[in-house]
């Protein structure tokens, strides 16, 4: 029974084997290598598929946040605050908030007051793979 699976796995690699050496072949030909293995699951067009995946999605609310500045505080200090009280945060006057979706930061903007409301500017939006980086961390 040993000699069998040992048989059986010695195939296995003899076939992969014969099917790199062929994609190398076919690659220093200039011809295009085929796969065996793997096979076309959309089951349609692509661009209609990948229309519809983000339809499907267009509808999910998300947390946006706009982030004036931190600050860590005693529990004793916190109890003393009052109304009128001030509590000193770390971003500067001038300086870019942050703009975050879901505790994800996505941007920096400036504060703009339209109508009377708050708003923001965005000046400088965090690129994709800057975004799963900081993710991965």
Do not use: Y
Request: hydrophobic share 40%; net charge negative; aromatic share 4%.
């Amino acid at each position: 029974m040993a000699d069998e699976n040992q048989t059986a796995a010695e195939d296995d690699w003899g076939a992969a084997m014969a099917e790199q050496e062929q994609a190398e072949t076919a690659a220093l030909q200039g011809k295009p290598a085929t796969a065996t293995v793997f096979k076309d699951f959309s089951g349609g067009d692509l661009k209609t598929g990948t229309h519809n995946d983000i339809d499907f999605i267009l509808d999910i609310p998300v947390q946006l946040t706009v982030e004036l500045g931190r600050t860590k505080i005693a529990i004793k200090n916190l109890l003393q605050l009052a109304q009128g009280s001030v509590v000193e945060l770390d971003g500067l006057a001038g300086e870019p908030m942050d703009v975050l979706v879901n505790g994800c930061l996505i941007a920096q903007g400036e504060v703009v007051v339209v109508n009377d409301k708050f708003g923001i500017r965005l000046t400088d939006i965090i690129s994709p793979s800057e975004r799963i980086r900081k993710l991965n961390r």
